[in-house]
């Protein structure tokens, strides 16, 4: 099976590029960032502008790209909207044009849930439009469902946190990582914000592999909310928990730690785990990796690489 994946230089592209050579399918990345790195087929490509001439034949994509981080979207509103809907629009109607039979995931993200619920939360949970981030990624969602009516293959993902090694800072594994690694070399307590909230997360590797599995997944002909998929552990950790796994692989198990009150959400959900039945249960998908396995991964590969 062809694959394009947008977004494929990026954290998760880069691990669903090896997952889908792993399992004999033939993956073309996508994305407006040169690579040579991928080891793949590449196209190099502006998706707000186009969709690069030659992939409306492939038999699948996997939508990665755009722009996915919750705090600097409160700066740039209206790029988060513009630039997360014009890619599926410009994907979308390339493809309904060309009248491809891809199978097109879209993947949205957990983040849509309103976290003040009763957990864990399946696909049909309470959604909320907190950040435009959350905005942008439920258009995109709304897109999906439209392109999805005019005959497109459409499969809408919604993965929950998910941590492993190529991550890079700005969430919370890597940020414990490099805040531990500065003080330990400062001579200083690592500054922490509230470690004590709960998320739920889930290896890169398993949600490659999901995504892997969804493009093959027998679903119902048109496009309806069973074709939206929670990808999640099941389980909630706290921050604690993954700062005592990293300080430990680190070596710095004794480091002291300081609570940095500018690093505090003060409404801040204390727990948020997510339902993945509905996944499991239409394509056998069920996680494999531990979570102090993801750390100690993740830990590994930082430290290959240096303090970057």
Known sequence: MRVAVTGATGFVGHHLVRELLSAGHEPIGVSDLASAELGVPFVSCDLTRSWPAGLEGVDAVVHLAGLSAVGPSFGAPRQYVETNSAMVTTMCEALVAAGSGARVLVVSSGAVYDAFQSHPIPESGALATNSPYVVSKLLVEN???YYGGRGLDVVVARPFNHIGPGQKDGFLLPDLVTEAMTAASEGRPMRVGDLGTARDYTDVRDV????????????????????VFNICSGRART???????ALAELGLSDLERSIDESRIRPNDPRSVTGDHER???????????RVEETVRDYV???LARGHA
């Open 143 to 145: 897109l999906a469902s």
């Open 208 to 227: 490659a592999r999901a995504y892997r599995q969804l493009l093959g997944a027998a679903l119902g002909k048109d496009f309806a909310a069973d074709r």
């Open 239 to 245: 921050g604690t928990e993954l700062c005592d796994l």
């Open 279 to 289: 996944l499991s249960r239409v394509t056998g998908w069920a996680a494999g990796h």
């Open 300 to 302: 590994a590969e930082r």
